[in-house]
T-cell receptor
Framework: AQSVTQLDSQVPVFEEAPVELRCNYS??????LFWYVQYPNQGLQLLLK??????LVESINGFEAEFNKSQTSFHLRKPSVHISDTAEYFC???????????FGSGTRLLVRP | NAGVTQTPKFQVLKTGQSMTLQCAQD?????MYWYRQDPGMGLRLIYY???????DKGEVPNGYNVSRLNKREFSLRLESAAPSQTSVYFC??????????????FGDGTRLSIL
């Protein structure tokens, strides 16, 4: 069975500092990986995804994530965060031929001035 | 573009009451989903519909029923609400064709409290 682990429930960081949100998954088959962001009182929005090819994927607002098959990880990074990045971030996994997304428990990123 | 629309946005029920949460999407997606979100537990799949006319149980289906009314609409019904069903409910729709690798698009949620 697949599962997703986000070890950090909350990550406080100062504005303009770098941040890494950790995500590990378990699966015996090839997977597709996603990061979603949820701003207060809103639904989830896709931030970036890994399907195949280059292991480093980027979003339009400066986030990037690297697929590491040997470590079964898909950590999310940003070199310099903004106050507006304060939100909850969810890592999710699915596999070929499956309609189901498996979500991690989420990491709340709190950016302080 | 509306995307995925959920109604109502907020609801308070008494234990034992019933209600239906509505969801509609305008992206011509085949697959639709209902999740519940509880603190510290991420999103858990209640039911999904891979295509019009089909529905399947997810991780936490007990106490819920669903109806895929047509390609656009997918409703979630609580027949006899219980306090344990207090949660935020999200509807999502996926891509056309095979859903694998296609991102899901989410509504803004329904905040449901059962007293």
């Amino acid at each position: 069975a697949q599962s997703v682990t986000q070890l950090d429930s909350q990550v406080p960081v100062f504005e303009e500092a770098p941040v890494e949100l950790r995500c590990n998954y378990s699966s015996s088959v090839s997977v597709y990986l996603f990061w979603y962001v949820q701003y207060p009182n809103q639904g989830l929005q896709l931030l970036l995804k890994y399907l195949s090819g280059s292991t480093l994927v980027e979003s339009i607002n400066g986030f990037e994530a690297e697929f590491n098959k040997s470590q079964t990880s898909f950590h999310l990074r940003k070199p310099s965060v903004h106050i507006s990045d304060t939100a909850e971030y969810f890592c999710a996994v699915t596999r070929d031929s499956s309609y189901k997304l498996i979500f991690g428990s989420g990491t709340r990123l709190l950016v302080r001035p | 573009n509306a995307g995925v629309t959920q109604t109502p946005k907020f609801q308070v029920l008494k234990t034992g009451q019933s209600m239906t949460l509505q969801c509609a999407q305008d992206m011509n997606h085949n697959s639709m989903y209902w999740y519940r979100q509880d603190p510290g537990m991420g999103l858990r799949l209640i039911y999904y519909s891979a295509s019009e006319g089909t529905t399947d149980k997810g991780e936490v289906p007990n106490g819920y029923n669903v109806s895929r009314l047509n390609k656009r609409e997918f409703s979630l019904r609580l027949e006899s609400a219980a306090p344990s069903q207090t949660s935020v409910y999200f509807c999502a729709s996926g891509g056309t064709g095979t859903a694998a690798g296609s991102p899901q698009h989410f509504g803004d949620g329904t905040r449901l409290s059962i007293l």
